[in-house]
Every structure is written in C-alpha cells, then in structure tokens.
C-alpha cells in the first residue's frame, strides 16, 4: 500500500519544469507630460535570435514629430544606406514615409516592425537583431529593396515585391492586382516624384563624378499616373 505513493512522489520529483512562455504584456500608464493615458506593449524577444536582445517597450501610439536632431541622423543613415546599394535616397525616404510616415516603432497588423517595416523572417534572414534599431532597420530595408530592384530590373516591380511578396510578382511577372499593393506603388511613385521636383539642384562642388552616374538614379521630376485600363505608369518629364 505504501509503494503507491512513493511512485507517485517520485514522478512528481522527475517532471521537468514547465518552460516558461514568453507573452505580450500590455501596460496603461499616463504620461508625465500630458497627463492622457498611453498603453503600450512589452515585446518579448524572438526565439532563435543569435544573440540575446531585451524585451522592449513599444508604444502603441502615434510617434512625435522628429526633432531636428533626430530627423537629421535619420536623413544621414539613410543617405549613407542609400550610397552603399546604389539607390537613390530619396528613393528610401518615399518608402519610409509611406510605410511608417517616421515612426521607428511602428508595428503593421501583419507584424512588420520599424521605419521600413521589416517582417521577422526579413529582418531575421538579413542578419537583424532589433528591428527597432535605427541604423539596422534602414540598412536591412534598403539592402532588401535593392535585392528586389536587382532581381526585376524595374523599381515598380521592386516596390510591389516589398509590399505583396516576391512571390507574387514572379507569378504575375507584374505588380500584383492587389488594390494594397497597386496603391502602395502608386503612393511610394508619387511621393518619389515630389521630393525629387522639390530637390535643389546640385551644386559643381557636390555633382557626382560621371562614373557614378550609373550607380544612383538621376533628380529629373517623376510623373505617375494610371492609364484607362488601370495600370500604374512612372515617368520621367
């Protein structure tokens, strides 16, 4: 009679703890400077990351507008991201507006983190450890929009792959007929052609060398418009 709780002493003994599970944790605190309530989320670290990142606190909110400082840093981030793949900044910068409008902690409803929202499996295959990372979450976007430029040879197939997936470009072998993606290119067309209409013109002092001409795209205005049939068309004037 008395064997039977022993085994069962000894089982209990030899079950291995339970293996903690990492949750989202939502926190409503007010804020010191406007006294509204703010709730924000606790992210706990992916799994498999090769090395260790903390849990970080991503607020749910809208960002503040940058201040001058930080609106600078990330214009030379993305410039010097830009530079190295060969793709012109103003280029990044549409994308970036389009896709966070500035917020580094921005999150989509399909878990794209960032100012270039980057999917985990992105950011992860991209060597990324913290997507909320200024300088590796615009050096991981751009290196990834110039991958797709390479891959289509055409900046409008290259934007709907960052929006709908390689995938389905190469089986459509055109922008997807998705009303997302076709609006997500027409968007990003758009706001590339004003910023470049908007660029000054530059200087002899800061005119890049004719072997350079080739690498990066050059400042004329780009006009996008839909044809009758709704086709997205990006021009030069």
């Known amino acids: 009679m008395a064997l039977a709780p022993m ?7 030899a079950a291995p703890p339970p ?10 605190r007010a804020d010191p400077r406007t006294g509204r ?3 924000s989320v606790v992210v706990p670290p992916r799994p498999g990351l090769s090395r260790s990142v903390a849990p970080r606190m991503v607020s749910t909110q809208p960002a503040p507008p940058p201040g001058a400082d930080s609106t600078a840093g990330v ?3 993305v410039e010097e991201a830009a530079r190295r793949h060969s793709l012109d900044p103003l280029l990044v910068h549409s994308v970036i507006q389009v896709e966070s409008a500035y917020n580094p902690l921005a999150i989509s409803p399909k878990g794209a983190e960032g100012l270039m929202q980057l999917l985990p499996s992105t950011a992860r295959r991209l060597g990324v450890a913290n997507s909320f990372d200024l300088r590796e979450n615009i050096e991981a976007g751009t ?5 797709l430029k390479d891959r289509f040879h055409d900046t409008r197939l290259a934007l709907a792959a960052y929006n709908a997936g390689e995938g389905a470009v190469a089986r459509y ?3 997807p007929p998705y009303q997302e993606t076709q609006n997500y290119v ?8 004003e910023l470049r209409k908007s660029a000054p013109p530059a200087s002899p002092s800061t005119a890049k060398p004719a072997s350079d001409a080739a ?5 004329r205005p780009l006009e996008a418009f839909v044809d009758s049939e709704g086709r997205l068309h990006l021009r030069t004037k």
């Open 19 to 28: 293996a903690s599970v990492s949750r989202t944790t939502t926190v409503v």
């Open 75 to 77: 214009a030379a981030m």
């Open 215 to 219: 690498a990066t795209s050059d400042h």
């Open 186 to 193: 027409y968007k990003v067309g758009k706001r590339w052609g």
């Open 143 to 147: 290196r990834h929009l110039k991958e």
């Open 173 to 175: 072998k055109t922008i």
């Open 7 to 13: 085994l069962a002493s000894l089982a209990i003994r």
């Open 37 to 39: 309530l703010v709730r």
